[in-house]
């Protein structure tokens, strides 16, 4: 069940299934890299049985189910389940069809001709048809639409129905991008047009709080602040999905999760560093649960508000990149799960760059900074000033989230010493991305990212992205950062875009837009009765629709 990653704000899930952009130990998002897990228990009991229920933990409630027009994860994951898409990746992370059975590209790489599967029902009943990729497109287009997500599809010069199965796209000009975009939520046509063509906004009708869609979940219920449960779709296309319930139980503290979890009432988790390796380590818990660990796709940061004057300075940006101590949280936060992070991509991709700028901790080089700039402790009471004005911020991270809590315990500490005074303030996940980092009403935020599976970032980076519903949070313009995310997408040569990303990394590593923090272990936990997990460089999601418990292992009957 892999999706194409789209990038958005890693959310504070502690789960670690569905993840193609999801994580921070937090969750896994689609990731490549080792995976450390207990053997698998014989299959004794018996093969794959229908049935059963899987009851994953969240920190933090969903935002909506038309997940075209959220950007959390949480959303996504869910979404994930109860919609299809055109295309999606495998577990090696390749480009295969899911609604889409084929598709023939031009010889200019100009125009894409889906040809979509036939018979796919959406949840009511309704054939998919090309009519509802058509849709979706359009949705996405719309300047109305409340998405981060609109731009790949605003590369089309035309959209054509070329039949009831067929649908075709001619781009502008080559857009390299182009296929995995269309692993987009394609959504009902026959469900959202008339409200859409009425000009309501999609986020107040049914769909938004009781989806139809075509994946191999259907919509239960959503308790908002307590559950949501999705029942197994008996007709998807691609066959029943074996476990028959997924219940997403919202529990907003990392300890009452873990105590639930051993106590038997959760089935799938992720676990917090600590957890991982000295409390889970014993022959008790790895009989019940089968622990995995890999490099999760995704990084954390400290990103700045840069409308404000204070953050508009590199220098300043740089000095706070020297004053963190990155492996002190590495090795105390994450407890060594974890790797360093020294810009925008995870490493171990084609378009990784290792030898960019990077920022050892250095104290004394962080102050030089600050005074070149004109901040200096004038008044002799350790906090720098400049005009009369001591430099104070605070750092806004979101709740029920120990690791992002503990790592801006550190920072705070990492500044006080080079003169900054730092204030920590921990917001409810939906207040926090809805409130304060959509109005762009903080100074400075811990947060993550999820990357993709390309290397464009253009969404995040570039200056026309910094919209309320959009993903440039840091409200960050720079030309030169502009004219390469442009670049990088209108050329298919993987060595070009190579060159062309590396000097993109270069960039960001002086320009220090955020400061890259780390790229954790992603530790998702899940029951030792769920079979059919199959670790893969896509993490262990994607054949989620496979997972099984044996029929005399099932607790849940109803």
Request: glycine share 8%.
């Amino acid at each position: 069940m892999v999706r194409p990653a789209r990038p958005r704000c890693q959310p504070p899930r502690t789960s670690g299934f569905l993840a193609v952009l999801a994580l921070l130990a937090l969750v896994p998002l689609g990731a490549c890299g080792r995976t450390e897990t207990a053997a698998e228990p014989a299959t004794a009991e018996g093969g794959p049985a229908y049935g059963d229920t899987l009851v994953e933990a969240s920190i933090g409630d969903i935002s909506g189910l038309i997940p075209n027009i959220t950007s959390d994860s949480a959303s996504h994951e869910i979404g994930n389940l109860i919609y299809s898409n055109l295309v999606r990746t495998d577990k090696e992370l390749r480009l295969e069809g899911e609604l889409a059975e084929r598709w023939e590209i031009s010889k200019d790489e100009m125009t894409i001709t889906f040809h979509l599967r036939k018979g796919v029902r959406w949840h009511d009943g309704e054939e998919v048809t090309a009519q509802d990729v058509d849709f979706t497109y359009r949705y996405m287009v719309d300047p109305k639409t409340p998405t981060a997500y609109g731009e790949s599809f605003r590369q089309i010069r035309q959209a054509e129905v070329v039949d009831r199965y067929t649908f075709r796209v001619t781009y502008e000009q080559p857009y390299s991008p182009a296929l995995l975009s269309w692993g987009i939520w394609i959504l009902p046509r026959h469900i959202l047009e008339p409200a859409w063509k009425a000009g309501v906004d999609l986020r107040t009708t049914q769909q938004n709080r009781h989806p139809i869609g075509s994946g191999p979940y259907m919509f239960g219920e959503w308790k908002t602040g307590e559950k949501i449960v999705l029942e197994a779709n008996p007709a998807y296309f691609e066959g029943r999905p074996f476990l028959k319930r997924v219940v997403y139980r919202i529990i907003p503290d990392q300890s009452t999760i873990f105590l639930e979890l051993k106590a038997k009432n959760i089935d799938l988790a992720g676990l917090t560093p600590i957890q991982y390796r000295r409390q889970t380590d014993y022959p008790a818990f790895r009989k019940g649960f089968n622990r995995y660990r890999y490099l999760a796709n995704g990084y954390a940061y400290l990103g700045f508000n840069l409308l404000d004057p204070r953050f508009q300075d590199k220098r300043v940006r740089q000095a706070m990149a020297y004053a963190i101590d990155r492996q002190e949280i590495i090795d105390g936060v994450l407890l060594g799960l974890g790797r360093p992070a020294v810009g925008t991509y995870k490493p171990g991709t084609w378009w990784y760059k290792e030898d960019v700028k990077s920022y050892p901790f250095d104290p004394e080089r962080a102050k030089a900074l600050l005074a070149e700039v004109g901040w200096q402790d004038t008044d002799g009471d350790g906090i720098l000033d400049r005009d009369g004005t001591p430099f104070s911020f605070t750092i806004r991270t979101n709740q029920g989230n120990l690791v992002r809590q503990q790592t801006a315990e550190i920072i705070q500490r990492r500044l006080r010493a080079v003169g900054i005074d730092v204030k920590i303030h921990v917001v409810e996940w939906a207040a926090f991305i809805n409130t304060f980092v959509k109005k762009k009403d903080f100074e400075a935020i811990i947060l993550g990212w999820g990357l993709g599976l390309d290397p464009d970032q253009y969404d995040i980076w570039h200056s026309s992205k910094t919209g309320p519903d959009e993903l440039n949070h840091f409200s960050y313009k720079n030309p030169k950062v502009d004219a390469l995310l442009e670049a990088g997408r209108r050329t298919f040569a993987e060595a070009k875009r190579k060159a062309i990303y590396g000097e993109l990394q270069d960039v960001m590593a002086e320009e220090q837009p955020v400061v890259f923090l780390y790229v954790p272990d992603a530790l998702p936990v899940v029951s030792g009765r769920v079979r059919g997990i199959q670790p893969a460089p896509a993490g262990i999601s994607y054949n989620f629709t496979k997972w099984y418990v044996p029929a005399n292992l099932q607790r849940y009957t109803r």
